[in-house]
Nanobody, 121 residues
Framework: QVQLVESGGGLVQPGGSLRLSCAAS????????MGWYRQAPGKERELVAR???????TYTDSVKGRFTISRENAKNTVYLQMNSLKPEDTAVYYC???????????????WGQGTQVTVTS
C-alpha cells in the first residue's frame, strides 16, 4: 500500500512563508512526476507546481517567482516552498505522485490527504 503523508500547512499572514512536504512510502519501484494541487472553497482543483524525476519544474502563472518545488528522490519526498503568500493562496493543498511498480510500465497516481493553508491578517 502506497501512502503519501503531507505536512507543513498552517495559518500565516500575507507576505509570510510556509514549506510543505510530502513523503511517499510503500512498495515503490520509482516515482515519475510529483506535484502539488490546491482547491479553494467553491473552486476547481488546480495544479500549482510539478516536478519530473529529472528535476524539471512547471508552475502555474499565479505562483511563479513565489513558490519553489523540489524533491529528494532518495527519500521519495517532494517539497513546496511558498514565499510572499497572498490571501488568494488560501486552499487545501494536495500532494500527487505518479508511482511506478516493478514490471508495471504505466504509473499509478496517488494523492495525499491534503493540508490546509490559510493566508489572512
Amino acid at each position: 500500500q502506497v501512502q503519501l503523508v503531507e505536512s507543513g500547512g498552517g495559518l500565516v499572514q500575507p507576505g509570510g512563508s510556509l514549506r510543505l512536504s510530502c513523503a511517499a512510502s510503500g512498495s515503490i519501484f520509482s516515482i515519475n512526476d510529483m506535484g502539488w494541487y490546491r482547491q479553494a472553497p467553491g473552486k476547481e482543483r488546480e495544479l500549482v507546481a510539478r516536478i519530473t524525476s529529472g528535476g524539471s519544474t512547471t508552475y502555474t502563472d499565479s505562483v511563479k517567482g513565489r513558490f519553489t518545488i523540489s524533491r529528494e528522490n532518495a527519500k521519495n519526498t517532494v517539497y513546496l516552498q511558498m514565499n510572499s503568500l497572498k490571501p488568494e493562496d488560501t486552499a487545501v493543498y494536495y500532494c500527487n505522485a505518479i508511482v511506478v511498480f516493478r514490471n508495471t510500465p504505466a504509473g499509478t497516481p496517488y494523492w495525499g490527504q491534503g493540508t490546509q493553508v490559510t493566508v489572512t491578517s
